[in-house]
């Protein structure tokens, strides 16, 4: 049973940083790709940057250049840098396994279960 775990959530001011982490394995047949999706209240799950096994990364254009994926490939963890937060990343974020190097949800096969970001004014 594949689980993936998230932390580093917590509050923050804006233009402040967190980063966080997501423990699982380090590889999974099929689902070598590894991403970050966030889901605010009432609103729908959304990709925010994935990762390939082999390096490959991609981004929501809203976080481009100020979030930062990456992988520790000695222990298979997965990273979020978070720089420059603004409110409106004010969100669940949750770490994600799947099958594409795509920010669609439903490439995704697996998830965590959620670390909580909140970004106040």
């Known amino acids: 049973q594949v689980q993936l775990v998230e932390s580093g959530g917590g509050s923050v001011q804006t233009g402040g940083s967190l980063k966080l982490a997501c423990v699982g394995p380090g590889y999974i047949h099929g689902n070598s790709y590894r991403a970050w999706f966030r889901q605010a209240p009432g609103k729908g799950r959304e990709g925010v940057a994935i990762?390939?096994?082999?390096?490959?990364?991609d981004y929501a254009d809203s976080v481009k250049g100020r979030f930062t994926i990456s992988r520790n490939n000695a222990n298979g963890t997965i990273y979020l840098q978070m720089n420059n937060l603004k409110p409106e990343d004010t969100a669940m974020y949750y770490c994600?396994?799947?099958?594409?190097?795509?920010?669609?949800?439903?490439?995704?096969?697996?998830w965590g279960q959620g670390t909580q970001v909140t970004v106040s004014s």
């Open positions: 990762i390939a096994y082999g390096g490959n990364t």
């Open positions: 994600a396994a799947g099958s594409a190097l795509s920010l669609m949800p439903n490439w995704v096969h697996y």
